[in-house]
């Protein structure tokens, strides 16, 4: 996907299915892959669209998606600014509603929440509670002939996603996999990387890799480590440093849903959670 240039060509959406195009905004990083994905979904022959992340507030993607338009509603997985950000100067472009389940990030129209259905720009949009990654993590069911799901961060199109303790949990982000795995083969349009073919390979995938980690972290327990950043040294040795304060955050994700699952563990002293 092209940014922006140095002369000031406009980015151009990339249609990925008949009902869904992209965006990349310019926002790379360890944390962003290549970018936060701003999806643009509309049908065939309608005016408006329905925008979903429109991640930062950077003058030429907020352009390039005004552009795209006319905007008939902005949709949020969720609240991390790397997606929400640009949400209020978009409203500010557009006058097009905000809708999320934080209170916090709704601009001018009601909240989302679990089976909800939007109607706008010639699609059917259903949501899906899918907390885990933050507690407000919703996905978006493309319903109807071209079936899709928006994950934002949920399950991304490359690598694995943070469980963002505290408000994070792992047992629900484990119970949202379970949902997204039952999808089948619905593609997947996450909120970074690439889109998938199969939300439950995806999900299958992402599942057991948060077993074998479960497993790697009772282990440095077991063995005697005794914070969260000793565990991620150890567990995380192969992953890039930059990352591990993110994963340090999973990790104590994982103390917490160990401590619940198992009786040996509920004795732990604090010290495990610094």
């Known amino acids: 996907m092209r940014h922006p240039s140095p002369t000031g060509e406009r980015a151009v959406p990339r249609e990925v299915t008949a009902l869904a195009s992209v965006l990349l905004a310019p926002n790379p990083g360890p944390m962003t892959l290549d970018g936060t ?23 030429g993607h907020l352009g390039a998606i005004a552009a795209a338009g006319p905007v008939d509603v902005i949709l949020l997985t ?95 982000y484990l119970t949202s996999l379970r949902r997204l795995r039952d999808l089948g083969d619905v593609t997947v349009l996450p909120g970074h990387g690439p889109e998938l073919p199969a939300a439950g390979r995806a999900a299958d995938a992402y599942l057991a890799h948060r077993q074998a980690r479960l497993d790697q972290v009772q282990a440095a327990l077991t063995a005697g480590d005794t914070t969260a950043s000793e565990i991620v040294q150890r567990v995380y040795a192969d992953v890039d440093p930059a990352l591990w304060p993110a994963a340090e955050l999973s990790v104590r994700a994982q103390i917490d849903y160990l401590r619940e699952r198992w009786h040996h563990l509920a004795a732990l002293p604090e010290s495990h959670h610094a």
């Not at 979904?41 to 979903?52: I, K, S, Y």
């Not at 996905?139 to 071209?146: A, I, K």
Request: hydrophobic content about 35%.
């Open 37 to 59: 994905n701003t999806w643009i979904l509309r049908a065939p022959g309608a005016t408006g669209c329905v925008v979903v992340d429109p991640g930062p507030p950077e003058r």
């Open 78 to 172: 969720h609240g991390h600014i790397d997606h929400s950000e640009g949400a209020g100067p978009l409203h500010d472009m557009t006058s097009a509603p905000v809708r999320a389940l934080d209170i916090t990030h709704r601009l001018g129209e009601e909240g989302l929440t679990e089976g909800d259905v939007i109607s706008a720009a010639g699609v059917e949009i259903r949501v899906l509670a899918t907390p885990g990654h933050t507690s407000d993590s919703l996905s978006f069911m493309l319903v109807g002939d071209q079936v899709a799901v928006l994950t934002g961060d949920t399950i991304l199109g490359r690598g694995s996603t943070v469980v963002a303790h505290p408000d994070g949990r792992l047992g629900d």
